[in-house]
């Protein structure tokens, strides 16, 4: 079983971001488990003061992006920049040894969000996971007005969300079986 954790970016009740995360969570294959982290927005403001004793929704989280084999994260832009929200979810992370060389898929649902899609990237590697480029993928969803549901039952939409996920699979089984610190999966 793979075990894939998504990252939504977006708080908001009706996120597109939010809502292709849980759609590949049912898009997934059977020996697949995409699990959607729901709580970035109970995760305090990063302070380095607490590293050594994070709060327990750190913890949890740790815990979670640790015992996945794969994360997906998926964010909107806000100012030409990534959200507060992912941004405060990856700093808890970047001194937390188990993210290292973690494969990484980066989901664009907008067009327009290329600053954040390039910034969300350069602090991936900063942070020395490994983007699994044929798992990142744009899909323009704003403004299609497709929800969940939709996003499932439309082919232009689910079919490069299963290459994705099968992508980042292969991706994450090399990482599992790899003994090296980096592994060729661009």
Known sequence: MTKILALSGSLRAASINSALLRAAARLAPPEVSVTVFLRLGD??????????????????F?????EADALIIASPEYAHGVTGTIKNALDWLVSFESFANKPVAVINTSPR???????LRETLKTMAAEIV????IKIPLLGA???????????????????????????????????NASFPIR
Request: proline share 10%.
């Open 133 to 136: 480029e044929p798992a990142s």
């Open 62 to 66: 740790r815990s979670e992006v640790a």
């Open 43 to 60: 995760l305090p403001l990063f302070n380095p003061d607490y590293e050594t004793n994070p709060p327990s929704i750190v913890t949890n």
């Open 113 to 119: 969000a290329y600053h954040s899609d390039a910034a």
């Open 145 to 179: 007005k497709l929800d969940e549901d939709s996003m499932v039952s439309t082919p232009s939409v689910a079919t490069p969300i299963r290459e994705a996920l099968v992508a980042l699979c292969q991706a994450a089984s090399l990482y599992k079986t790899s003994t």
